[in-house]
């Protein structure tokens, strides 16, 4: 029968095992695709229930708020981020008064007309757009 410690040690050496693997999907993740911003986020170690790492951790992301302060990347990032929501608001405004306008069962023919390819549904979405937008 094995001792406790030596079943510790031999979890222990298999999830170190484990992690090592985890690491080395992240790096060949990471070389799949380049960041617009160039930045490489770093793969930093950590252990919560030993407290290592921590520091490191804390680093790297000063290290990035570092990278973000060059060259004004954080408003940036935040102009991109707010330009993308901005569109999806947009469309989902867009959208609720179309729908409002369509109703139901309006909407419900009209895709009957498409699935019968009575209609094109390109040309049925400009015709849609164009009557939201004269409202």
Do not use: C, F
């Not at 901005?86 to 109703?103: F, S």
């Not at 909407?107 to 004269?134: G, M, N, Q």
């Amino acid at each position: 029968m094995a001792s406790t410690a030596n079943l510790r040690s031999r979890r222990s050496l298999a999830q170190l095992h484990a992690l090592a693997g985890v690491e080395r999907e992240i790096r060949a993740l990471q070389s799949l695709s380049v960041r617009h911003d160039g930045w490489t986020p770093p793969i930093v170690k950590t252990v919560a229930s030993e407290g290592t790492g921590v520091q490191e951790l804390a680093a790297a992301v000063a290290e990035y708020e570092s990278y973000l302060q060059k060259e004004n990347r954080a408003l940036k990032k935040n102009v991109e981020n707010w330009q993308e929501r901005l569109v999806e608001m947009l469309r989902d405004t867009m959208l609720e008064k179309a729908r409002a306008q369509l109703g139901d069962g309006n909407l419900t023919l009209l895709a009957a007309e498409v699935a019968e390819h009575k209609r094109d549904p390109y040309t049925l979405v400009e015709e849609l757009a164009a009557k939201v937008k004269s409202k």
